[in-house]
T-cell receptor
Framework: DAGVIQSPRHEVTEMGQEVTLRCKPI?????LFWYRQTMMRGLELLIY????????DSGMPEDRFSAKMPNASFSTLKIQPSEPRDSAVYFC?????????????????FGSGTRLTVV | AQSVTQLDSQVPVFEEAPVELRCNYS??????LFWYVQYPNQGLQLLLK??????LVKGINGFEAEFNKSQTSFHLRKPSVHISDTAEYFC?????????????FGTGTQLKVEL
């Protein structure tokens, strides 16, 4: 398997523009997670899906952020309008089951991340 | 709510020396514990995990960690480090108090191995 695939790897955009980050989870994984990594706050869970349904979006910072999972093989994280404080590395991760079960004893598999810079 | 504290933001160490990266967690219920490693410009990779059973767990690249329930700790150790171990290390915890499937990460420890 190719692993969790994220695109683009790098994104530079101007303040106020819309940004869309993409993620393809590992085939057969029922859970998909979006994390944001910054120097100040470390790794923060933004939202996660189970079987394409958003389960917990309490980490989404504000209404400018939205995430969708239209099917089992694709998810997007959108920021509209973007602001300089959104600059961070955004990671997508997937898992085949509930953590700790026989399916998912290894936790999550992470993508390589998208480095977003908003100028 | 679960939380993780990594007490050291940076740990410098000479090559072939031993190292310990500290991790303490807070949870009111049973937990699963993980260590992940992140090399520059890459995603996180699983290093090792504790789910149940033996409190001493061994992972990849010669790393091991010990689960200590009374001290709520899960420190990572390696008896002899190499230059290639230079990376950022994250401790993570998962519990089910909230009924979810969340991994909560610590703020990370930057391990810098010097010659």
């Amino acid at each position: 398997d190719a692993g969790v695939i994220q695109s683009p790897r790098h994104e530079v955009t101007e303040m106020g523009q819309e940004v869309t980050l993409r993620c393809k989870p590992i085939s057969g994984h029922d859970y998909l997670f979006w994390y944001r990594q910054t120097m100040m706050r470390g790794l923060e869970l933004l939202i996660y899906f189970n079987n394409n349904v958003p389960i917990d979006d309490s980490g989404m910072p504000e209404d400018r952020f939205s995430a969708k999972m239209p099917n089992a093989s694709f998810s997007t994280l959108k920021i509209q309008p973007s602001e300089p404080r959104d600059s961070a590395v955004y990671f997508c991760a997937s898992s085949p089951g509930f953590i700790g079960t026989a399916l998912s004893s290894g936790g999550y598999t992470f993508g390589s991340g998208t480095r977003l810079t908003v100028v | 709510a679960q939380s993780v504290t990594q007490l050291d933001s940076q740990v410098p160490v000479f090559e072939e020396a031993p190292v310990e990266l500290r991790c303490n967690y807070s949870s009111s219920v049973s937990v699963y514990l993980f260590w992940y490693v992140q090399y520059p410009n890459q995603g996180l990779q699983l290093l090792l995990k504790y789910l149940s059973g033996s409190t001493l767990v061994k992972g990849i690249n010669g790393f091991e960690a010990e689960f200590n329930k009374s001290q709520t700790s899960f420190h990572l150790r390696k008896p002899s480090v190499h230059i290639s171990d230079t990376a950022e290390y994250f401790c993570a915890v998962s519990d089910f108090a909230g009924g979810g499937n969340k991994l909560t990460f610590g703020t990370g420890t930057q391990l810098k191995v010097e010659l």
